[in-house]
T-cell receptor, first 115, second 114 residues
Framework: EAGVVQSPRYKIIEKKQPVAFWCNPI?????LYWYLQNLGQGPELLIR????????DSQLPKDRFSAERLKGVDSTLKIQPAELGDSAVYLC?????????????FGAGTRLSVL | AQSVTQLDSQVPVFEEAPVELRCNYS??????LFWYVQYPNQGLQLLLK??????LVKGINGFEAEFNKSQTSFHLRKPSVHISDTAEYFC????????????FGKGTKLTVNP
């Protein structure tokens, strides 16, 4: 079974430029998460999807960040415009469903450097 | 609100020595607890989990953890470490019957020296 796939693995951009990250969850997993991991910190949830619906986006900075999960499978996270402080690792995770004892499986992440 | 505290940011040990990585959580309700490992430039991999039942949980790569409700702790242990165990370890908690949100600690960098 393929794991969570993220691309690109690395991205270097200049500040004020837009950037997008893509995530393909494990087949059959209805729930998808985007996390932000700053250097030396644990991951922090940005947004959670149940199928196509964003059910928890309270930590997503909506002035510059947006996300979508069309068709309830792949997801894209976008930043426009990027700022220096956005340099971090963006992790995608998926789980079989909401509630109960579900386990979140993580992708390898996209490491963003904003210059 | 729940929170997770990893008491040591860095733990250096020699190969074949035992190790304990400490984790404490705070929550007014019951939680599920997890340990994840992150190797350099990789994502997080689940080491073990406590969902219910026995408080001693065994995971992959010879790791185990013990849930202690009275101490609100979930310390990770391994009796004999290898060089390949060098990585960042994250403790995480999720409320039972609540949000799906995983709350992570800041991580502990384990370095195993020859």
């Amino acid at each position: 079974e393929a794991g969570v796939v993220q691309s690109p693995r690395y991205k270097i951009i200049e500040k004020k430029q837009p950037v997008a990250f893509w995530c393909n969850p494990i087949s059959g997993h209805n729930t998808l998460y985007w996390y932000l991991q700053n250097l030396g910190q644990g991951p922090e949830l940005l947004i959670r999807y149940e199928n196509e619906e964003a059910v928890d986006d309270s930590q997503l900075p909506k002035d510059r960040f947006s996300a979508e999960r069309l068709k309830g499978v792949d997801s894209t996270l976008k930043i426009q415009p990027a700022e220096l402080g956005d340099s971090a690792v963006y992790l995608c995770a998926s789980s079989r469903g909401g509630g109960g004892q579900n386990i979140q499986y993580f992708g390898a992440g996209t490491r963003l450097s904003v210059l | 609100a729940q929170s997770v505290t990893q008491l040591d940011s860095q733990v250096p040990v020699f190969e074949e020595a035992p190790v304990e990585l400490r984790c404490n959580y705070s929550s007014s309700v019951s939680v599920y607890l997890f340990w994840y490992v992150q190797y350099p430039n990789q994502g997080l991999q689940l080491l073990l989990k406590y969902l219910s039942g026995s408080t001693l949980v065994k995971g992959i790569n010879g790791f185990e953890a013990e849930f202690n409700k009275s101490q609100t702790s979930f310390h990770l242990r391994k009796p004999s470490v290898h060089i390949s165990d060098t990585a960042e370890y994250f403790c995480a908690a999720r409320l039972q019957g609540g949000s799906e949100k995983l709350v992570f600690g800041k991580g502990t960098k384990l370095t195993v020296n020859p």
